[in-house]
């Protein structure tokens, strides 16, 4: 064979054990540009990710379309943290990707952001007030 047809295959196959693993490219993603900026709150945000994954309500479980679920994490300070996951089309959200698309999110915006990963929306939005008595932000 020629390198070019076992570059293709070898993409090709790699393609597919993307799509079969549940992995694959990014369709959308934006950083928040107003708002509450994670500042020295940005490591209890991090660390609250596992605890907001944990939860079977919002991870590990089947959304159905259109549907979702949004956790809420008090910070210090008076702020918390809004995880959310949204799916637009049907699909089973696991542990894993819930951990590493939402640390995405804090770890890459400084003042939240979204993704959209296979049509599953993945948010993190800081905010004033605690996750009881939330202020406008």
Excluded at 1 to 27: C, D, H, K, V, W
Aim: hydrophobic residues 35%.
């Amino acid at each position: 064979m020629q390198f070019s047809t076992l570059l293709a295959l070898a993409l090709s196959l790699s393609t597919a054990a993307n799509a079969l693993s549940g992995r694959g490219t990014i369709q959308k993603r934006d950083c928040y540009k107003e708002g509450v900026v994670w500042g020295n709150d940005k490591a209890f945000a991090l660390n609250a990710i596992a605890d907001a994954c944990n939860d079977p309500n919002f991870a590990e479980r089947y959304y159905t379309a259109n549907s979702g679920w949004i956790v809420c994490k008090d910070l210090p300070n008076n702020r918390r943290v809004d995880y959310k996951i949204y799916a637009n089309k049907a699909r089973w959200v696991n542990r894993g990707e819930c951990n590493e698309y939402l640390r995405f999110e804090v770890d890459g915006c400084p003042q939240g952001g979204e993704r959209t990963w296979y049509d599953v929306v993945f948010s993190a939005d800081p905010g004033q007030g605690s996750c009881a008595n939330p202020e406008t932000d």
